[in-house]
């Protein structure tokens, strides 16, 4: 009865190359500190790509642009800074740097690892902001830990 160890849902709504720069990315992230969740649902009814928690309750949000087309389809990620101390966009090497925004920070990920080429700006959050992120972060990040454990759950929610 090894079954291994309890695996993520797949959700489905990214691209392979998404996936790849996304796992790059988070590695980055967790070597500087970090502490990540993908897909976060924000209160603007957006979903961040990652966003990443450091030790003095500071958030980074990092949007995953997987090619030019991806880019130039998708303005939302404006909304992104209300909901973060520090915005980033993550591409691939393939992903041409200059076309992304010089206010944001940015990333160059593979599925094996990433490098910061461009530090993003802070901007703080107000407090009571950066409350409602933490409590949805930690909420997001409890649910998702219990899921695994308890395939079942999603049961009791009705």
């Known amino acids: ?6 695996q993520p849902p797949v959700d489905g709504r990214q691209s392979e190359a998404a996936l ?9 992230l ?22 990443a928690l450091d030790s003095r309750s500071g958030l980074a949000i990092v949007e995953i642009k997987s090619s ?8 939302k ?22 076309i992304m925004p010089e206010d944001a920070g940015l990333i160059i990920a593979d599925q094996y690892g990433a490098h ?3 530090a993003a700006p802070q901007h703080r959050m107000p407090p009571a902001t950066r409350r409602e992120m933490l409590l949805r972060f930690a909420h997001a990040s409890a649910d998702r830990l219990h899921a695994l454990i308890d395939p079942d759950l999603r049961a009791f929610d009705q």
């Not at 790849?20 to 980055?28: E, F, N, Q, S, V």
């Open 116 to 118: 910061i080429v461009r």
């Open 1 to 6: 009865m090894n079954e291994g160890p309890p």
């Open 30 to 51: 967790r070597r500087m500190g970090y502490a990540t969740i993908t897909e976060l649902p924000l209160r603007n009814g957006r979903r961040a790509d990652i966003v």
């Open 20 to 28: 790849r720069i996304a796992r790059g990315a988070r590695r980055l």
């Open 77 to 98: 990620w404006a909304d992104y800074r209300f909901h973060c101390d520090e915005l980033y966009f993550a591409i691939s090497g393939e992903t041409p740097a200059e």
């Open 68 to 75: 030019i087309a991806d880019f130039r389809a998708d303005r």
